[in-house]
Structure formats: structure tokens, C-alpha cells
């Protein structure tokens, strides 16, 4: 693969990216404006496209290479162009395809395509604190925590910012926490879907009051994105067993 100079300097600076790239997380990713920035390109970021960034990403797939430059994302959206799943032959937006090509990214050894490839050392398999898997955290009873591909894809277009509050968790290693609540839950005896449009994106907190159907919602409270709208019927549901559990009282 014989790449021009531009198309091989943008690939040198994505390599350089990667120890602080996590796949899923758009936040440790770059925006179309940093790249041109930090390349010294005349011009706009809209540019970019034309300016090695469209011939590298036909090169690499071409070449059978992982689409390394599907870390180049919109600041509005949170994702690439459009133009970079079609290249791939994948829906616009597929965010559980670009999931996996970017882990694919982060595994793939890049030395023999760019002196900027980091040293890869075997990679360690990570533990949690108590040194088991779980999938329940214990308050006062058991609360389930669900990470769904669709949760994960609600979770990642709020770019993990809670819908109530606007807050996220950062993480020690410069990620970002939120948790996916059904708002009509799944399971007897409430029985509710498991689609986008009954799944909030919360932070832990907020969380918790929405299980225990502890405050109400109101629709033009809710932050909202132009890709995930939540149903009517579902906020409904939340507020219906909220007024039961308080006439209870």
C-alpha cells in the first residue's frame, strides 16, 4: 500500500491516538477540526475530506486494513460521515458495526504501515475490584443493570450524559460512565419493550429514583437528541406508578 504523503500523515497521527483510544467511547476519539488544526491545514475542516482523509480511508479498505480513520468524527454528532459506513458497505449510523471496527483498530498492529504505532505489550485481562463479574449491584434490593447494544448505542449518542441532568462520570482512565433505564420496565409485572423509545440514558442517581418510580418526568425536562426520541406512552407508564406508589403513602 503505497500512500502520499497527507494520506500518510494523517494515518501517522490516528496511530499515534490509539493507547488513548477505548472503543465505544466518542470522547477519547477526534473531531474533524482537531485533526485539521493539529495538521496545520489550510482552509476549513470540511476540507479534511479532500485533503488525504478520503484517499486513506479508500486505501485502507482496499487494502483489507481496519478503518482506522472511523476515529475522525463529527462534533454535532458524535460520529463519523456518512460517507465512511457507505465506504464499508454499512447503514449510516450502525454504531454497533463501528463498535467492533474500532476494537479492531485498537488490536490491529500498525508498525509495518507507521512508524508512530505504539509498542504493543501483551494486553492485560481486566478484573473488577472484587475480582468476579456481576451483573447486579445490591441497595436495598437487587437492581439490574442492563449493557444491551442498544443501550450501549442510547448511552453513546447522549455521549453518556445523564437526560435528566446533564451529568457523566468520568472515569479514571478519561471514559465516561452512564447507565440505560427502561422506563416501562422489562419483566412481570410491568412488561415493557425493550426499544429506544422506552430507554433513558441516566446517571447512577437518577437512576435509582427512576427505578423506584420515586419522582415524576415531565417530557420538556428531558434532554433530548435528534436520533433518540422517548415515547409519550412510556414517560405515562413512569408517572402512572409514581402516583400509585405516592397515593400509597
Not at 148 to 165: D, G, M
Not at 217 to 229: C, G, P, V
Request: hydrophobic share 35%; charged share 20%.
Amino acid at each position: 500500500m503505497k500512500l502520499t504523503q497527507s494520506n500518510q500523515s494523517i494515518l501517522d497521527y490516528l496511530v499515534a491516538l490509539l493507547p488513548s483510544v477505548r472503543s465505544g467511547h466518542p470522547e477519547t476519539y477526534k473531531t474533524y477540526g482537531d485533526v485539521h488544526r493539529d495538521l496545520g491545514l489550510p482552509g476549513i475542516p470540511h476540507e479534511l475530506e479532500h485533503q488525504g482523509l478520503g484517499g486513506l480511508a479508500t486505501q485502507l479498505h482496499e487494502a483489507g486494513l481496519p478503518g482506522i480513520t472511523g476515529l475522525i468524527i463529527r462534533r454535532d454528532t458524535l460520529s463519523p460521515g456518512g460517507g465512511f459506513f457507505r465506504l464499508y458497505n454499512q447503514v449510516v449510523d450502525d454504531f454497533n458495526w463501528w463498535e467492533e471496527e474500532i476494537a479492531r483498530v485498537i488490536a490491529f498492529d500498525w508498525s509495518p504501515y507507521s512508524k508512530a504505532a505504539p509498542r504493543r505489550d501483551p494486553p492485560k485481562t481486566p478484573v473488577a475490584a472484587d475480582g468476579k463479574k456481576t451483573e447486579r449491584v445490591e441497595t436495598t434490593s437487587y437492581r439490574i443493570l442492563r449493557d444491551t447494544p442498544l443501550a450501549r448505542k442510547i448511552k453513546f449518542s447522549h455521549n453518556y450524559e445523564c437526560q435528566i441532568c446533564g451529568e457523566t462520570i468520568h472515569l479514571a482512565d478519561g471514559s465516561r460512565y452512564a447507565e440505560a433505564h427502561h422506563l416501562q420496565p422489562l419483566g412481570a409485572p410491568h412488561h415493557g419493550p425493550d426499544i429506544a423509545e422506552n430507554i433513558i440514558c441516566l446517571c447512577p442517581n437518577h437512576h435509582a429514583l427512576l427505578d423506584y418510580f420515586a419522582i415524576p418526568l415531565a417530557l420538556n425536562h428531558i434532554r433530548t437528541k435528534e436520533h433518540h426520541a422517548l415515547g409519550v406512552a412510556y414517560i405515562d407508564y413512569h408517572n402512572c406508578q409514581h402516583a400509585t406508589k405516592k397515593r400509597a403513602l
